[in-house]
């Protein structure tokens, strides 16, 4: 009804798993790498686990997209079915003859074991894939772990890929089944999106409808549907829809904040029960400026840092040699200079000087620091065919955003194209460490980088975050190399150091990847 009022080719906020709409987030990356690599590498056993609503399912189709001929797939979206008519849906799917309703369970596991037999012997694989794996009955659960687990010729040609909900996980839990557990060999799971990540939704599919998110939402109005949907992708896609048909029935070009708000209302039984839980960590900005939280907001911000394993990580990746970092040559011993005698100025009176023992040396004041040069550590990836640069930063860092994409670009100022990268490219991946984010100028004062937006009135929402309200924030634009015409923005939070209540502020040039 809307498509043509906003220029859209189709609808954009369709909840059909259509894989063109596919955003691969970090950790639906990992899941359908996870799935792909596990078919293929014949791990038997596969797991994928997350959310209701979050994108497993369209995950599942592009996976089928992608499979190639040599790989037979079984597909079974509706899993409440006994053992024995599993076992008929399966050989259905596969085009197996299943010998009428009369067919008992042993029959039909000799045409499912004489099928794969006979795909054993050309050597291709043969996929059975379970939508909403949570809603197996136990039984029919063990059944087929059993049979993904048979230590027969014919059964090793057999992938099972089980997907579903978290309770699928609890499930696996019982004693019965818990044996299976221990031989899964591959566990993924899929996360809701992160406030980046749901922009950059956002943004793809109105991209591939025609349209680009500033001609369409605001930034207000994109964080607050990204907030109240926790980052669910089927919330954000109904919200989104209603907002355009409201925002179409008062000819509203473009959905703001209220807009979106009306449309939340429609659906507020859908939003989670803490959905202020999601919003920046910031509030400890107003006990005072410590390092420790200084650090946090930037990492948030930046999307630098990641949990791993229950603790904040700023390592590389396991697996990557890095170049150690030239050592500045160690300063000679200086000689110690002459005593110095304090007098008071002539005319001028004022308490006695401190008398000086013997062989005691005044300390002149500690020079200006000077400013802190980043030591990055780089690595140098060749790029193979069919890589984005997209896929290259994934592969380095634990999410991706406009910030990681900024430092990347740095570390590669002769790429002038994003969606262009060659074979055999070099690509330097630059190290992140503390010192990236946080800059000391020669006079003492500190700059501290928040982060990197697509644009001037995205910052300018961040900037109104309620720990950074009152203080001193600056954007600046800049017309990036790498960008073509776009205009970028970075924000810096300017902080006085120990030594002086001043502040100081600047930037850096950077690019942003369009999603």
Known sequence: MYKKFYGFSEDPFTLNPDPRFLYLAISHWKALSSMMSGIKEKKRLILITGPVGVGKTILIHALLKDLTEKIKTAFIFNPRLDFKNLLQAVLQELEVPAGGKEADVPSLMALLTQYLQERAARDEVVALIIDESQSL???????????????????????????GQPELEEKLDAPRLRPYRAKIAIHGQVQPLSREEGRGYIRHRLKLVGQSISEVFTSDAVYRIWEFAGGIPRVINLVCDRALLIGYSNSSPIIDSETAGQAIQDFKYLGPPKAKAMRPAVSFFRSGYKWAGILVLLMLGLGVFSYHRGGLDFSPRPGKEKKAPAESPSPGKAEAPPPVVQEPPAGKEGPPPRAEKAGEIKKEPAPPAKPVVPQREEEILIVKEGWTLSMVAKQFFPSLNNSLVDFLLEANPEITDLDLIFPGQKIRIPRLAEETVLRRTSDGRVQILLGTFSGAEEARVYKQEPALRGKEVKTVPRRATACGSSRKCRAWRHRPSRRSGSTAGGCLPYGSLPA
């Open 137 to 163: 009955e136990e039984n029919v659960l063990e059944e087929i772990l059993r049979l993904a687990t048979l230590e027969t010729e014919a059964s090793k040609a057999l992938q099972v890929l089980l997907v």
